[in-house]
């Protein structure tokens, strides 16, 4: 029933930035936190960053740390990741995912997004 939207992707240089944005249809109880992924050709997923929805709680990969950032705006049920200084190995499908308990536990994501294309080149 929940439907979460991803925007904002698009084909940038190095060192460029990008803003993306997730938007859920609606928000339950059970809905705790958010959280970005990534996925390459070729290669498995990546988690990237999460965030309560209380926003007292945000996690990030080492790759990006420094560089994204994670914020939500609670009552537009959308969040936002910041990228800055992107890199050619940034380049992937983004998708945001709806976390229904601990943002470390990977099974606990359990709505998933579509996706957008971010590519960076060089």
């Known amino acids: 029933q929940v439907q979460l939207v991803e925007s904002g992707g698009g084909l940038v240089q190095a060192g460029g930035s990008l803003r993306l944005s997730c938007v859920a249809s609606?928000?339950?109880?059970?809905?705790?936190?958010m959280g970005w992924f990534r996925q390459a050709p070729g290669k498995e997923r990546e988690f990237v960053a999460a965030?309560?929805?209380?926003?007292?709680?945000?996690s990030y990969a080492d790759s990006v740390k420094a560089r994204f950032t994670i914020s939500r705006d609670t009552p537009k049920n959308t969040v936002y990741l910041q990228m800055n200084s992107l890199k050619p190995e940034d380049s992937a499908v983004y998708y945001c995912?709806?976390?229904?308990?601990?943002?470390?536990?990977?099974?606990?994501?359990?709505?998933w997004g579509q996706g957008t294309q971010v590519t960076v080149s060089s």
């Open positions: 995912a709806s976390n229904r308990g601990r943002l470390s536990n990977y099974n606990d994501y359990n709505i």
């Open positions: 609606r928000r339950t109880l059970s809905m705790y936190g």
């Open positions: 965030i309560r929805w209380s926003g007292d709680s945000t």
